[in-house]
């Protein structure tokens, strides 16, 4: 059974940089589709990128210019930073393994993280 | 980017009854080299996760019970819940993966009448 666990700080100050970590287990960080998603306040759902195969990557192109994911495949944790945030980067942020074809069928709990001075 | 529409935004079904939501994508997510069409629903409960109910459009994903169901191909589909029960209350999205970036709807929130 495949778990994700998200981490990080709950308020970012506008202007800075967003960072997230996502733990692993159960799967297989190395080969597997893992992705960020995330979901502002009372708002629909919105893809922010995967990484897989240890490295490569793709990024929604909203937020390409903003996003960077990797992972630490033998610590089990894959990563979101998002710089220059604003108010309007307040979101539920979740981490998810994507099944090959391309549905997301775990998911971590979500952390909130809130953009504010 | 392949916009996803759900119908309507809000729907109110009493207990036992079926509930029907549509969704329509504004390009085709039918696929012809296998005849698959890339679109999932999911189901989200307040303070939750979505959860996985159906993909290929219509394949129940293991665990989800059986009066859920999905149909359609091409631009529309439907999520169909059979009989209508007290845990169902939820938002539901369509999403589809037949390209990046990947996209969902903008959901459905059912209530009980």
């Known amino acids: 059974q495949v778990q994700l666990q998200e981490s990080g700080p709950g308020l970012v100050k506008p202007s800075e940089t967003l960072s997230l970590t996502c733990t692993v287990s159960?799967?297989?960080?190395?080969?597997?589709?893992w992705n960020w998603i995330r979901q502002p306040p009372g708002k629909g759902l919105e893809w922010i990128g995967y990484i897989y195969n240890s490295g490569s990557t793709n990024y929604n192109p909203s937020l390409k210019s903003r996003v960077t994911i990797s992972v630490d495949t033998s610590a089990g944790h894959f990563f979101l930073k998002l710089n220059s945030v604003t108010a309007a980067d307040t979101a539920v942020y979740y981490c998810a393994r994507r099944e090959g074809n391309g549905w997301f069928n775990y998911w971590g709990q979500g952390i909130l993280v809130t953009v504010s001075s | 980017d392949i916009v996803m529409t759900q119908s309507p935004d809000s729907l109110a079904v009493s207990l036992g009854e079926r509930a029907t939501i549509n969704c329509k994508s504004s390009q085709s997510v039918l696929y012809r080299s296998n005849n698959k069409n890339y679109l999932a629903w999911y189901q989200q409960k307040p303070g939750q996760p979505p959860k996985l109910l159906i993909y290929?459009?219509?394949t129940r994903q293991s665990g989800v019970p059986d009066r859920f169901s999905g149909s359609g191909s091409g631009t529309d589909f439907t999520l169909t819940i059979s009989s209508l029960q007290a845990e169902d209350v939820a938002v539901y999205y369509c999403q589809q993966y037949y390209s990046t970036p990947f996209t969902f709807g903008q959901g459905t929130n059912l209530e009980i009448k």
């Open positions: 290929w459009a219509s």
């Open positions: 159960g799967g297989s960080i190395s080969t597997d589709f």
